[in-house]
Each structure stands twice: as C-alpha cells, then as structure tokens.
C-alpha cells in the first residue's frame, strides 16, 4: 500500500445507488488517479488531479465524480449513470518530483459489486 | 482510450523456468514501467526505464527499453512460485504528460 489507504476494501451496491470510494495518501504527492480494472484488460483511466481543486477527465468518466479538496483525498463517486459499475477500482498518486519522476504508486483497491 | 500491446495474454510455466514478456506500441515512449499485480491487491512497481536502449536489473528481473522506443521487454530468471500473478507494462509518452498508458497484462501461472 505504500502510504496509499482505499476504502472500503470490498463493497455492495444495488442497482440505482451512488456509492463513494475513499482514497487517501500520506506521501505528500501531488498527483492522483483512479482507475478500473476489469478482469482480463489493462487498466483504464477514471479521473485524474494533478492539484487541489483541480482535475480533469480520464478515458472513461462518464457515469463517475470526483472532488480534490484536500491534497491527502481524492474519493471517487460510482453514480447511478454508470452502467456498468462492477468492478476493481484502484486509486494511485504520483511525485511530481525528479526522483522516480512519472512512477505511480498504487493502493491495494477496492473491489465493487453490483447486486 | 491507446493501450500497448502486451504478450503473451498467459504464460503456464514449471518453476525454475526463465520467463519473457514484451510490450510494443505504435507510439514513442519515453518512459517505461514494469508492475507486478497479485490478487486482489494494487500492482506494485518492479523496473522504471528512462533511455532508450537501457538494461536495468532488479534481482532477478531485467528490462530493456526498446532503442526504436516502441517497446520495452521483462524476463525474469529461475521462476519461484512468487512469481504467479499479473505483469502490466505502462508506457509515457512526454514527460509532463500526466496520463501513462497500460499494457493488458501478461498472467504467469507456474505449474507445481
């Protein structure tokens, strides 16, 4: 995990529910992510921020939210437009530093089930 | 969104095997990365390239970052059950570009 806190580690929705996954980081890093992984593809850009108050739109936002209110927090919301929710959501941040510049550390996820 | 072409899909090797992955693209790259994700778990860094044409080793891995910048390669030497899981290459094209491109992963299964 690696500073890196996801929770909860294993959730439950019904159909219609937003629900809201939390990531927080004490590695001082700049940059966050969340990503999904489904089983048998790579991994695919949600959101992403590079500073607080700030973020931009990965390949597949639709359906999600995001706030950056604090450097530490960056939650994800599932919202009920999401067609397909189901699946491993991982968050990530990234020093903006020349030390293991462009590396992304990842937390441990969280995994969504649709019932 | 691009993804890399990464192969193979699956591997299903005996231990004490050696093991050969690659990624390609049809984009430049000017950084690569290696992970390695078990189940359930977030993927974990294993080799970072930054030049290209460079070996870099890490125990008992070693990666090349392609001298075409197109792809990058992982072997990994005298497979230990450990090793099961998913290797994903990631590729950056500019460095200040925020967004790394993810292979679809290789799965090693070792066979007792």
């Known amino acids: 995990d690696g500073g890196i806190t996801q929770s909860p580690k294993y959730l439950f929705r019904k159909e219609g529910q937003n629900v809201t996954l939390s990531c927080e980081q004490n590695l001082n890093h700049d940059a966050m992510y969340w990503y999904r992984q489904d089983p048998g593809q790579g991994l695919r850009l949600i959101y992403y921020?590079?500073?607080?108050?700030?973020?931009q739109k990965g390949d597949i936002a639709e359906g999600y939210s995001v706030s950056r209110e604090k450097k530490e927090s960056f939650p994800l919301t599932v919202t009920s437009a999401q067609k397909n929710p189901t699946a491993f959501y991982l968050c990530?941040?990234?020093?903006?530093?020349?030390?293991?510049?462009?590396?992304?550390?990842f937390g441990a996820g969280s995994r969504l089930t649709v019932l | 969104g691009q993804q890399l072409n990464q192969s193979p899909q699956s591997m299903f090797i005996q231990e004490g095997e050696d093991v050969s992955m690659n990624c390609t693209s049809s984009s430049i790259f000017n950084t690569w990365l290696w992970y390695k994700q078990d189940p359930g778990e977030g993927p974990v860094l294993l080799i970072a390239?930054?030049?290209?044409?460079e070996l870099t080793s890490n125990g008992r891995l070693t990666a090349q970052f392609g001298i075409t910048r197109k792809d990058s390669f992982l072997n990994i030497s005298a497979s230990i059950p450990s090793d099961v899981g998913i290797y994903f290459c990631?590729?950056?094209?500019?460095?200040?570009?925020?967004?790394?491109?993810f292979g679809t992963g290789t799965r090693l299964t070792i066979i007792p």
């Open positions: 990631a590729g950056l094209i500019n460095f200040g570009n925020e967004k790394l491109t």
């Open positions: 990530a941040t990234r020093s903006t530093g020349l030390s293991g510049a462009n590396v992304l550390t």
């Open positions: 921020s590079q500073i607080v108050n700030d973020f």
């Open positions: 390239l930054y030049k290209a044409g």
